[in-house]
Nanobody, 116 residues
């Protein structure tokens, strides 16, 4: 089973940028991929999605600020985050979807904190 490891989180000031990376242990060619986040006291939410053909979709809360991309050859998925806001503070998770079913295995995630 393909495992995913998130990295790239950290502390950033409001208005700053950060790029998250998701490294897969195997091929992601046939998977749709997504980035979820979970803020303290809130449910985990899907914020960015890219299918195997490269079509992208974003939650309204991040549209225009975040960009999801993938490099199948490197087995990587990225989340470029710009104009970060304090409300973007959360643990960010990478996930894979096959045949419209999301995996039920979650990684450790990577913490993003937006604060002065």
């Amino acid at each position: 089973q393909v495992q995913l490891v998130e990295s790239g989180g950290g502390l950033v000031q409001p208005g700053g940028s950060l790029t998250l990376s998701c490294t897969a242990s195997g091929s992601i060619l046939n998977f749709n991929m997504g980035w979820y986040r979970q803020a303290p006291g809130k449910q985990r939410e899907l914020i960015a999605y890219i299918n195997s053909g490269g079509w992208r979709h974003y939650a309204d809360s991040v549209k225009g600020r975040f960009t999801i991309s993938r490099d199948n050859g490197k087995r990587m998925v990225y989340l470029q985050m710009n104009s970060l806001k304090p409300e973007d503070t959360a643990v960010y998770f990478c996930q894979k979807q096959y045949a419209k079913t999301w995996s039920d295995v979650w990684g450790q995630g990577t913490q993003v904190t937006v604060s002065l």
